[in-house]
Structure formats: C-alpha cells, structure tokens
C-alpha cells in the first residue's frame, strides 16, 4: 500500500479524534511496511491535548519515603519509651528491662514472619494461629528439656509452611486465602484445649534476653538490607499481583514464596514459644488471630506494602520496638485495653502506610505529556498536525518535500 491524495485528504467535516487512547486503537504502526498505515483509517486523525504517560512498574522503588517514615517511628518509640520511663523508672532496668526485651524479641519474630510473607506477595495469615499452637506444645513438652519440647513445634511449622507454599504454588491461589485456611485448621488443634496450660519447665529465656532481642534485630536489619537491594528486592516480591493474576509465577518467584512461608511460620512457631516461656502465667486458649493482626499490622506499620515486594530498612525494628514498649506501659498503667483492639489499630494505621508507600514508592514519570510528545514528534509529529505518524525515514523516495508540506496535507 502506498500514500495517495484520495486517501489522506481531511474532509471539511471530518470529526477531530479528542481521546489519544482512542486514537492508538486505531492506528497500527508496521515496521515493515515502511510507514503504512492500518487499512481501516481512511482519514488522517487530530489529537487534542496531550498522550498521558504510563509508568509500568518495573520493579524499582523509591527508598527516600521509607526512610522519611522511619525516622518519625523512631520519635514515636522514643516518646512512648519516655512516657514508660517517666511512670516507672524500673521498667528499663534490669530484672524488668529482660522481660521487656524478650516480649519484644517474640513480637519481633511474628513482624519479620509477616513482613516477609508479605514482601512476598502471599501474607501469611496463619501466623498468629501458628504461635498459639507453639505456646501449647511448648507448655505441655517443657518438662522434657528444652530441645525436645521446642524441636517438634519448629518441624510441624516448617512442613505446614511448605504444605501450604505448594498448594498455593500448584492451584496459584492467593496466599492469604491459603494461609487463612490453614490458620483455621491450625485453631482446632489450639481449641483442643478448653483450660489454661501452665508452662512445666523452668527455662528462663529472660537469661538470654540481650541475645535474643540483638538476633531479632540483627535479622531485622539484615532483611531490610538485602530488601534494599534491587535485584533481591524484585526477586523475593515476584509473586506481586501485577497484571493478568491468572498467570502464574517463574521459577524464581516461586522459590521465594516457598521460602517466605516457611521462614514466617518457624519465625511465629518461635514466637510463640518466647511467649509461654517468659508469660507470668500459664497459656490461655483462644485462636491467636490477634497475633496475626499485630505481626500484619506491624509490619506494615514499618512500611512493608500490603502489596508486596515494597518495605523499609529499619521500619520494623522501630516498629516492634515501639509496640513492646506501649504493652508494657499499658500493662504497668492498667489501661485494660483489648489485644484485639491494638491489633485493629495497628492494622488500620499500616494500611495507611502501604497508601503512602504505594503512592510515592514508585518511580517518577520521566516526564510530562508535552514533554513526551515533544520527545516523540522528533519534527516530524505534534499534536497540532495532520496525524499520519510517519518516521523520517518513511517518505517515499520520489518526492523531496515533507510530508506536511505535500499536495495530501490537510492544510492544503
């Protein structure tokens, strides 16, 4: 096909096309036709205002607002740390101080579970379930040492974990669903139990309260690191709902969900085992789903996204820092406020935050839409021409004038 008069000569009531979108539709490039134009336009088309430019999401992200929010949960820990230091100077003293460490290195465990389960794009919901069921086995086996009575809730959690990684890999069904599910089974196991079960060891965990609080933290920092990392980043968020969700994940992103839920269900199971272990007294029944709502709420109180893949460096050790340290200045002042209605604030402030994170996470456009079309005309296309969309190159050889210029121009 080649250009002729006939064809491209805009007729005095020939209407102006005012949707680029609309426009793009129906205009087809071919490279290899020199230029041609799709068969079906039969009259040159004129664009109206700009053609907005999509960011795809690509993988990259703006670390600057996470940073920017960390430094404000670092004031806050700071201010509710002095609001417990002001009511009882001994709550940051040794022997208190111990207890509080080891809370938070528990409440700690359960945000990194969650924080990678979401990073991986398949949040672990059972996680909260999953504590409360180490708590049991920890209570009732506590007696026998302390390897045989932790070693079995560290295993079962470990093949739950994988169970549930390969149902969700084999039916690509979303995590949370899965998670969810199995959460539920996890609670029939704890509902076995209709009294409280006191602990019947005596390992103290509050001996090594330093040591466990630092291993929290470190593995905090670490995740954080390595999560600022592009290539890592992009590789443990590759189960990210992007696009079509019926398409399933590459082998990569696959080996992340497997691992993000096996690592969040051993880091619960251990979770809950602090928790019995330093708990005053014994294990109450219940259905630990408000466990999960602080491990969730947390982690994207430090700015891990709902989403997936997107999070902070420091966000959660600030994070459960600040949250260890308000139980405790919450239990010390009496304020009898429900687990269940921290969780639910907590939870509903991080979702605020994954507003944030996803709003201005993302990498900026390159530019404007007028800078786009000025890019993109290179001189020889603009808004304001008869619209051919033809490159440089693509004249035909005969003629020396360009195209806007000819005896087809619509100005003519």
């Known amino acids: 096909m080649s250009y002729d008069e006939a064809t491209f000569r805009r007729k005095p009531d020939q209407p102006t096309e005012t949707d680029p979108a609309a ?100 949040p672990n919901l059972a996680i909260g379930p999953v504590a409360l069921a180490a708590a049991f086995q920890y209570a009732e086996n506590s007696d026998r040492g302390l390897i045989p009575a932790i070693a079995p809730a560290l295993v079962i959690a470990a093949a739950g974990g994988l169970l549930v990684a390969i149902f969700v890999l084999a039916l690509h069904v979303p995590g949370w669903a899965t998670t969810l599910a199995a959460g539920l089974g996890v609670i029939v196991y704890s509902q076995l139990r209709v009294a409280p079960v006191a602990v019947q060891g005596d390992w103290a965990p509050t001996d090594q309260a330093f040591l466990l609080f630092g291993g929290f933290a470190l593995l905090a920092l670490l995740g954080g690191g390595l999560g600022a990392i592009g290539p890592v980043r992009r590789w443990v968020g590759g189960f990210r709902p992007a696009g079509d969700p019926s398409r399933r994940p590459g082998p990569a992103a696959a080996v992340a969900v497997v691992l993000a839920l096996v690592l969040s269900s051993v880091f619960a199971a251990g979770a809950g085992i602090l928790l019995a272990a330093n708990a005053s007294g014994p294990v109450q029944p219940g259905t630990g789903l408000e466990w999960t709502g602080i491990g969730i709420g947390l982690a994207l109180l430090g700015g891990t996204s709902a989403y997936g893949r997107r999070g902070g460096i420091f966000g959660t050790l600030f994070a459960v820092t600040a949250m260890a340290l308000f139980l405790d200045y919450e239990n010390r002042r009496e304020l009898d406020i429900a687990i269940f209605a921290v969780a639910a604030s907590v939870f509903a402030a991080g979702l605020i935050v994954t507003r944030l994170v996803e709003t201005y996470g993302r990498p900026l456009p390159a530019g404007t839409g007028e800078e786009w079309n000025a890019a993109a005309s290179n001189g020889t296309w603009s808004p304001a021409m008869p619209e051919t969309w033809n490159s440089p190159g693509a004249a035909p050889a005969a003629r020396g004038e360009r195209w806007d210029e000819g005896p087809w121009s619509a100005n003519r």
Request: glycine share 12%.
């Open 23 to 122: 426009y793009r539709r129906r205009v087809q490039y071919d490279d290899t036709a020199a230029g041609t134009l799709d068969q079906s336009l039969r009259a040159p088309v004129h664009t109206t205002g700009s053609i907005p430019v999509v960011v795809e999401d690509d993988g990259r992200d703006r670390l600057g607002v996470h940073l920017g929010w960390e430094v404000l949960l670092l004031l806050a820990a700071g201010a509710i740390g002095f609001l417990l230091f002001s009511f009882d100077a001994d709550a940051l003293r040794r022997p208190d101080l111990d207890a509080l460490l080891v809370s938070g290195a528990a409440i700690g465990l359960l945000t990194l579970g969650a924080g990678l389960s979401l990073r991986a794009g398949v």
